[in-house]
T-cell receptor, first 116, second 109 residues
């Protein structure tokens, strides 16, 4: 039982390049999330998917797109990377939906992205 | 909208001291209050949580207290050890969106 797995762990991009962060969970969770973490800013939600086939914007969606490929997989795409997108990205999942109380959130190990 | 404020943003203590981190929330309907710990370079992980039908919950050296009237909940760590050094996040009601901005706890020996 691997939990939440995300790849790659480290990536350096040039400004304007595109890339996709992959995420998969094996806990049969309904909801999946992408966060970015910057110093002093905490965990900020980029996009989430409350269930297979649905996606919604979070707090900081600009410059990103997502795909909920199936119940297990939720990818994050940077179409044209900018230095402001240098950050640590965490994929996460939970059994219940966004507003469900008692919702333990399980995080992946993180992806360190640098845009130069 | 709903929000959660976490204080302090940084906390430095000597080994063996106690540490307290407080979060204030806005949604009166919230009934679940978890805390996450993130060690340097690692993922956030749930360490303790409390539901609104109790005022305090303990797990060895950590405890969480809840004051629903004042709408705040706190994480208490007693007899701190260097391995307690980490960033701690509160989360409102288990809703993925609302995390506090984090408290960096440094325990020096």
């Amino acid at each position: 039982n691997a939990g939440v797995t995300q790849t790659p762990k480290f990536q350096v991009l040039k400004t304007g390049q595109s890339m996709t962060l992959q995420c998969a969970q094996d806990m049969n969770h309904n909801s999946m999330y992408w966060y970015r973490q910057d110093p002093g800013m905490g965990l900020r939600l980029i996009y989430y998917s409350a269930s297979e086939g649905t996606t919604d914007k979070g707090e900081v969606p600009n410059g990103y797109n997502v795909s909920r490929l199936n119940k297990r997989e939720f990818s994050l795409r940077l179409e044209s990377a900018a230095p402001s997108q240098t950050s640590v990205y965490f994929c996460a999942s939970s059994r219940g939906g966004l507003a469900v109380s008692g919702n333990t959130i399980y995080f992946g190990e993180g992806s360190w992205l640098t845009v130069v | 909208g709903e929000n959660v404020e976490q204080h302090p943003s940084t906390l430095s203590v000597q080994e063996g001291d106690s540490a307290v981190i407080k979060c204030t929330y806005s949604d009166s309907a919230s009934n679940y209050f978890p805390w996450y710990k993130q060690e340097l370079g690692k993922r956030p992980q749930l360490i303790i949580d409390i539901r609104s039908n109790v005022g305090e919950k303990k797990d060895q050296r950590i405890a969480v207290t809840l004051n629903k009237t004042a709408k705040h909940f706190s994480l208490h760590i007693t007899e701190t050890q260097p391995e307690d050094s980490a960033v701690y996040f509160c989360n409102q009601a288990g809703t993925a969106l609302i995390f506090g901005k984090g408290t960096t706890l440094s325990v020096s020996s």
